[in-house]
């Protein structure tokens, strides 16, 4: 059996004070980690008085490079983030002052005292007691010592188990080809401009993943968690079939960026993403400057028709919209992508003849 190349241990205690003077040692985004920001400030919030209020606190576990060189430590910095993020960044916002005690905190050796809605400064300032409690606080830190990023992301993984983490986030912290042109492609402006759905449970990351499968089997296919999950940790993908897939994805999504506005409505929804990107794909360049205007129609109609049925009326392309909505309840199934793409396509062509703008065209793939 090949030996455990991990070492997990206690980190000598230290006060939440110096671990904030340590804050620009600690890398907090290697790209195992979950993406952050997800807590509300009320959550955040919580943390503090757990901590001001004796309260255990989970562990915390960081990867600890101060032994030398690292692989895993491009940074090169002597800690970075795996597991615990969340509490870390609350702990910084309560040094910063962009973090106040809930409204409804209670100090249990004065529950007298009306805490609520205080900043750190104003507990220096006025209550030096209960700051000094918040500043010489320890956490119990796991330090990690490893070369082996194969180790460091079962860990997070295993650590996460019972955390309700989405399917995206499971396969952002693993290892492998697939995991890491996903990484690329996801980063790319369409993700962090023109789309308006959340990101905050990586669905960018998501979105990314199944484009990227699109691309490697050459056309539309199922995309269930399933599907993406076989895809992340498929021994047999062909790297460079992967990296030309890789390419074309983000060959397209700068012809989508061309399409759609920042922010833009049209993509209010990561179900529908895949879909527009496969349309975009497949559309001659022509077609491209109308494209937006088309799908606002379609939209339109679309909600019409649904209003309609709603008041018991009917209009001559009910089939089409209903077989549409019908498809997009299916999101992520093969025939769902498959069959909205086609209603996308014949519409389109419906629409163009209606505007008098030319047929549009099939695109010529040009990368080899």
Known sequence: MKPRAIR??????KTLSWWNRMRDQID??????????LWSPSDKGYLIDSIINGYDVPKLYLADFQTGENPLNPNRLPFAIIDGKQRLEAIFDFFDGTLTLNHDFKWRQDETLQLGGLSLRDLRANYPQVSETFENESLDIMSVVTSDEDEINELFVRL??????????????MTGPVSEVTRTVSKHEFFSDIIRFSVKRA????????ILLFEYQGKLVSTKKSDLDKFARGPSVEQSRLELSGRRCVDNLDRMVEVFLPKDELLSSAGIMPVYYWLVRQVDDASLTVLREFLLSFERDRKRHRDMHVQGGQDNYSSIYSRYDALNRSTNDGVSHVGRVEILERELGTWALQKGYPPPGQRKQTRP
Do not use: C, V, W
Not at 160 to 173: D, F, H, Q
Not at 203 to 210: H, M, Q, S
């Open 8 to 13: 997990i241990n206690a980190h000598p205690p």
């Open 203 to 210: 669905a960018d990351y998501n979105a990314a993943g199944k």
């Open 28 to 37: 907090m985004d290697p790209p195992y980690q979950r993406r952050g920001r």
């Open 160 to 173: 996460n188990r019972s955390k309700p983490l989405t399917g995206a986030e499971i396969r952002n912290a």
